[in-house]
Every structure is written in structure tokens, then in C-alpha cells.
């Protein structure tokens, strides 16, 4: 059947109902029951006579894996998705998070962009390559997971134990980056997100002499912490420029004002200058993107105001760049401290190994770039490296390369939705991603 006949109205009226009825069921992670989202999802994937799997990790969670039957010429593509959501403060809406309701051109509810919407937009193209019978030279594996939103264990990184034949796969199909937009609506530029920060997050903790509240003595673990603490917050991390990063903002440069461009050429150069890194560093994005960093976000210590506790403790969400080590960050943070008595320790729940970025001369990044150029013609299309984590550094730590993107055309003030209040992607954005991401497909997997 020729795919030019497809009527992308249709397809966005699907897209959208579709998408309501997966924000109606409710998949909060914590606790997850991604099974109901699973169930349906299998549900309009088997009616189309497409091959899918329901896996159960442990009870009420789900994978699902439905797999388009290539010609076995390559490895098998991937198209990832996670269908747990993060918590809502239902109160903060102005719309029923899990009500899918569409209204004024958009469609509301958690998970509309992060990342039930973009996972739709995968569904949908899974469904016109099946409907359209295209010939298909490798396999085309649509993966919907459980637990991205709260470490991956039961989802992706369950998934790549169970199932090691996505091990082989040529390259993963993510989110993360997006296009975007210019306040005037205009396109800005598309990122592709090839690599990620690696979750170091650790414990300092001190320890001390419990006593009385009315006697204060040297041996608190109060004091002890709070001087650490005071250390850490002062310290600078250095500047790391990575080879991507550089790159980055080199892209960015081609469409900045002379001012801002003078630096983004070579940014490792323009951070040497104090008046550049000032401005450059208030944009907490850019700054995390050439530093480790260290953030402070629970304190714990004392539970009565007259007893001095024996122990305080302080966690720190630490973000290290690809290639530097967390050995090295820990051993200066001894340094700085300059306290025996701390103790550092990194949390269990993160495996922190920093991997480098996939490749952009690799197939999927120049299909990417190739509908990029289709869709708007000449926009700078740039790889990009997210502060955050995604499933994908499971991928990459299996060796697949990864490619987040989500083609999205949003605004500033539209990605802030991503786990904020009002969460909501517009139809004809869900329209756009399905017809971007099945271009895509074609280009990598049609033989
Ligand atoms: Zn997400």
C-alpha cells in the first residue's frame, strides 16, 4: 500500500484516543501497576495481529515486548518507551491528571509527555508499518516498560537479563531530547540526546558523642557535619569539557546572537573568562553541563531539641559527567572536607558506571537528521548530552548505542511540564511525533 495515501488526520484522531485512555490508567510509580497499561496496550497490538509479550517481574508489574518481523538483515531496532509515571500533587491541577481529557488542542494528564504520549507516538508508527504491510529488513521491537521513574530494576534492566537477544539490538530509539522552540514559535534546533550524567549520589555522614541538649560539647555530630557541609557548598567543581558538550554549543552557536555565539564556538576557551561563566553558569543546564555537581537535597540529624543526636547525615544528588570517575570526585571531597570523622558512601541504588556517548555517524542518528532536514528544512540538528538519567544507560551499558528523542515541538515552558502540574501535550504534537517516528522507521528498517 503506498504510505503517501496514509491520512495523518485519522491518524491523530486515533493517536489521541489512544493516548486519553492510557492517561486514565493510573500507573504512579511508586507503586507502579504498570500490568493494566500492559494489558491494554497488547490489547490494540494483538487486534492488529502484531506479536506481543506480557512479562510479569514481579506481581502487578509489566513488560511488554511486540515485535515486527524483519527480513534478519541487521540487528533489530528498538523503539523504548517506560509507562510508570511520577507521583501528582492532584490538588496543584487544573485538570484531572488521570482523566485524558482533551481540551483547547491538547490532551491533559500525567504522562502526556514523560512518557505515555511518546510511547503512543512509537504505537502508532508500529501500527501503520504493520497496516501498510512495509517490508521490513530487520525487526522492529516496540518495549514498553515498568519502573523508569523509579530506577529501571523491574523494567529495562529486568528486561536485558531476561531477554539477552536485546543485547543485539543495532540502536534504541529513547526519550530525552526534543525540538525546540522559540518563544516566537519558530523551531530552534532538535536535540538528540547520545549520552547522560551518571547518578553518583552519596551519604556524608558524621558521628559523635550523644548528651544533653544544656551541656554542648566538641564531639557532636551536628557541628561535625554542619562544617563538612559548609566546605562542600563552597567548593567549585572544576570545569570538564567533554568532546560533545563542545560540540553542542558549537551547533548552537550557528543560531545565537553574535554576543552569545562568540563564546558557544569554543566554550572550553570562553570559560576562562569570569564575566562569560557568570552568565553562562546562571543557566543551571548549562552549568551541569560542564561540571560534576553536587546537590544537597536531605538533611537528617536530631529528633528532640534537648538530646544531642549521635549521628547526622546528609544525602547529596551527585551528577557526574561521562569519563570522569567517582572514585577521584570522592577522594577530593576528602580533601575538602578534611574531616576523618566523615564518612562517604555512595548509595546502593544507583550501578554508577560513566559510559561514553553513542556515535552520531551511526544509522538511527542520521535518520534522525535526514527527516529533521525533511520536516524543517536547514534547522541545526545537534547531539546532546542530558543532565538527568533514562533507561538508556542500560542500553549503553549493554553496548547498544542510544538515541533519546522525542519529536516533540515544545517551548520552554512547555518541557517544564515534564513532572510539573498540568502536564499536557497538544494533539497536533502527538500527530507530529507518530509521522516523525514512522519516517524514521522507513529510513532504518524498510528494505
Ligand atoms: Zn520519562
Redesign the pocket.
Known amino acids: 500500500m503506498d504510505t503517501d495515501k496514509i491520512d495523518w488526520r485519522e491518524v491523530r484522531e486515533e493517536a489521541v484516543e489512544i493516548l486519553g485512555a492510557y492517561i486514565k490508567i493510573n500507573t504512579t510509580n511508586p507503586p507502579g501497576n504498570e500490568m493494566e497499561a500492559a494489558r491494554y496496550l497488547e490489547g490494540i497490538l494483538s487486534r492488529e495481529g502484531i506479536d506481543t509479550k506480557i512479562y510479569e517481574p514481579v506481581s502487578h508489574r509489566a513488560n511488554l515486548m511486540a515485535v515486527l518481523p524483519g527480513q534478519g538483515q541487521g540487528a533489530p531496532m528498538i523503539l523504548l518507551n ?1 509507562m510508570d509515571v511520577v507521583p501528582v500533587e492532584e490538588d496543584k491541577w487544573e485538570l484531572d491528571p488521570f482523566g485524558g481529557i482533551v481540551k483547547d488542542g491538547y490532551i491533559h494528564g500525567r504522562g502526556a509527555i ?2 505515555k504520549g511518546k510511547g503512543v507516538a512509537e504505537l502508532m508508527a508500529v501500527l501503520l508499518l504493520k497496516r501498510y504491510k512495509i517490508p521490513l529488513k530487520r525487526d522492529v521491537i516496540f518495549l514498553a516498560t515498568a519502573d ?2 523509579a530506577g529501571g530494576n523491574w523494567g529495562v534492566k529486568w528486561m536485558l537479563e531476561r531477554e539477552p537477544r536485546l543485547k543485539e539490538a543495532a540502536f534504541v530509539l529513547n ?1 530525552g531530547g526534543s525540538i525546540l522552540l522559540r518563544d516566537n514559535g519558530e523551531v530552534d534546533h532538535y536535540e538528540i540526546a547520545t549520552a547522560q550524567k551518571v547518578v553518583s549520589q552519596f551519604t556524608l555522614r558524621a558521628r559523635g558523642r550523644s548528651g544533653h541538649g544544656s551541656m554542648p560539647h566538641r564531639d557532636s555530630a551536628n557541628v561535625k557535619l554542619i562544617r563538612a557541609l559548609h566546605r562542600v557548598v563552597e567548593w567549585e567543581t572544576p570545569f570538564m569539557v567533554i568532546p560533545l558538550v563542545k560540540e553542542y554549543f558549537a551547533n548552537l552557536a550557528k543560531i545565537r546572537s553574535p554576543e552569545e555565539a562568540e563564546g558557544y564556538r569554543d566554550i572550553e576557551k570562553a570559560l576562562s573568562d569570569p564575566s562569560f561563566v557568570e552568565t553562562f553558569c546562571a543557566n543551571p543546564c548549562y552549568n551541569a553541563m560542564v561540571r560534576n555537581t553536587l546537590t544537597p537535597t536531605i538533611l537528617r540529624a536530631g529528633k528532640k531539641v534537648n538530646v544531642i543526636p549521635s549521628e547526622a547525615e546528609a544525602i547529596f544528588d551527585c551528577r557526574i559527567l561521562p569519563g570522569s570517575s567517582v572514585e577521584e570526585l570522592f577522594s577530593q571531597l576528602r580533601d575538602i572536607i578534611g574531616d576523618e570523622d566523615i564518612e562517604i558512601s555512595l548509595l546502593p541504588d544507583f550501578e554508577s558506571h560513566p559510559l561514553p556517548p553513542s556515535p552520531t555517524d551511526n544509522e538511527l542518528y542520521q535518520a534522525i537528521f535526514k527527516v529533521a532536514q525533511r520536516k524543517d528544512p536547514g534547522c541545526v540538528v545537534t547531539p546532546f548530552l542530558i543532565t538527568g538519567a ?1 533507561d538508556s544507560r542500560f542500553f549503553r551499558g549493554a553496548g547498544v548505542p542510544c538515541y533519546d528523542f522525542s519529536p516533540f515541538r515544545l517551548r520552554q515552558d512547555e518541557l517544564r511540564l ?1 513532572h510539573g502540574h498540568n502536564e499536557r501535550i497538544s494533539t497536533e504534537n502527538l500527530a507530529f511525533a507518530s509521522e516523525v517516528i514512522f519516517e524514521i522507521v522507513k529510513e532504518v528498517a524498510a528494505g
Open positions: 517506560h514523560d512518557m523508569e521513574e526519550e533514562t515534564v
